[in-house]
């Protein structure tokens, strides 16, 4: 079964500052993709980043990144100097990859805050 | 940027009424999906729906729950009989498909579903 874990329930920074938002995942497939989706008040989810298992290459998009670590079955997320219009819930994912079948197990989020 | 899109944004039902939440999927995916999300929870997978049948649901998909695609078009999820605890935002998604890798889910803005 898979499983994403994001231990960080509730994150509070000061704008400007940075911060790294944890997840652990847990599958049984050799093959499977990672998200990480934003979730603003307004309530939609908001894609950012999907990443195949086979590409370890760290990523960077802007004040954005992400650290994928196989072999601690990490895919953290960093903001460098937040803003708060950062501030939302976000949502770690994996899915196995099941031709066509983006069936995602979602983590627990974590809401980040930043506070100006 | 062609994207999905629900209706309603929100319907409040009296418990044990039907209620049917309407999605448009981007035109040229082939597999679509509803996540339900209960309000501070994860988001959770429903079902996945391909070549105008259920190819995957949860656990929670249980016989109160039906998809369909009744034009070229919509992509439905009804609920047969409300119940206080379905009340939820509920995420229509579609994907494509690439050769065999899973494309990108893209979701909609989500259908806030209140059951009183």
Same mark, same amino acid.
């Given at each position: 079964?898979?499983?994403?874990?994001?231990?960080?329930?509730?994150?509070?920074?000061?704008?400007?500052?940075?911060?790294?938002?944890?997840?652990?995942?847990?599958?049984?497939?050799?093959?499977?993709?990672?998200?990480?989706?934003?979730?603003?008040?307004?309530?939609?989810?908001?894609?950012?980043?999907?990443?195949?298992?086979?590409?370890?290459?760290?990523?960077?998009?802007?004040?954005?990144?992400?650290?994928?670590?196989?072999?601690?079955?990490?895919?953290?997320?960093?903001?460098?100097?937040?803003?708060?219009?950062?501030?939302?819930?976000?949502?770690?994912?994996?899915?196995?990859? %099941?031709?066509?079948?983006?069936?995602?197990?979602?983590?627990?989020?974590?809401?980040?805050?930043?506070?100006? | 940027?062609?994207?999905?899109?629900?209706?309603?944004?929100?319907?409040?039902?009296?418990?044990?009424?039907?209620?049917?939440?309407?999605?448009?999927?981007?035109?040229?995916?082939?597999?679509?999906?509803?996540?339900?999300?209960?309000?501070?929870?994860?988001?959770?997978?429903?079902?996945?729906?391909? %070549?105008?049948?259920?190819?995957?649901?949860?656990?929670?998909?249980?016989?109160?729950?039906?998809?369909?695609?009744?034009?070229?078009?919509?992509?439905?999820?009804?609920?047969?009989?409300?119940?206080? $605890?379905?009340?939820?935002?509920?995420?229509?998604?579609?994907?494509?498909?690439?050769?065999?890798?899973?494309?990108?889910?893209?979701?909609? $803005?989500?259908?806030?579903?209140?059951?009183?």
């Amino acid at each position: 079964a898979q499983k994403v874990t994001q231990a960080q329930t509730e994150i509070s920074v000061v704008e400007k500052e940075d911060v790294t938002l944890d997840c652990v995942y847990e599958t049984r497939d050799t093959t499977y993709y990672l998200f990480w989706y934003k979730q603003p008040p307004s309530g939609e989810l908001v894609f950012l980043i999907r990443r195949n298992s086979f590409d370890e290459q760290n990523e960077i998009s802007g004040r954005y990144s992400w650290n994928f670590q196989k072999s601690t079955s990490s895919f953290n997320f960093t903001i460098t100097a937040s803003q708060v219009v950062d501030s939302a819930v976000y949502f770690c994912a994996l899915s196995e990859a %099941n031709f066509g079948n983006e069936k995602l197990t979602f983590g627990t989020g974590t809401r980040l805050t930043i506070i100006p | 940027e062609p994207e999905v899109t629900q209706t309603p944004s929100h319907q409040v039902t009296q418990m044990g009424q039907e209620v049917i939440l309407r999605c448009v999927p981007i035109s040229n995916h082939l597999y679509f999906y509803w996540y339900r999300q209960i309000l501070g929870q994860k988001v959770e997978f429903l079902v996945s729906f391909y %070549n105008n049948e259920i190819s995957e649901k949860s656990e929670i998909f249980d016989d109160q729950f039906s998809v369909e695609r009744p034009d070229g078009s919509n992509f439905t999820l009804k609920i047969r009989s409300t119940k206080l $605890e379905d009340s939820a935002m509920y995420f229509c998604a579609s994907s494509e498909v690439v050769g065999l890798n899973t494309g990108e889910l893209f979701f909609g $803005e989500g259908s806030r579903l209140t059951v009183l």
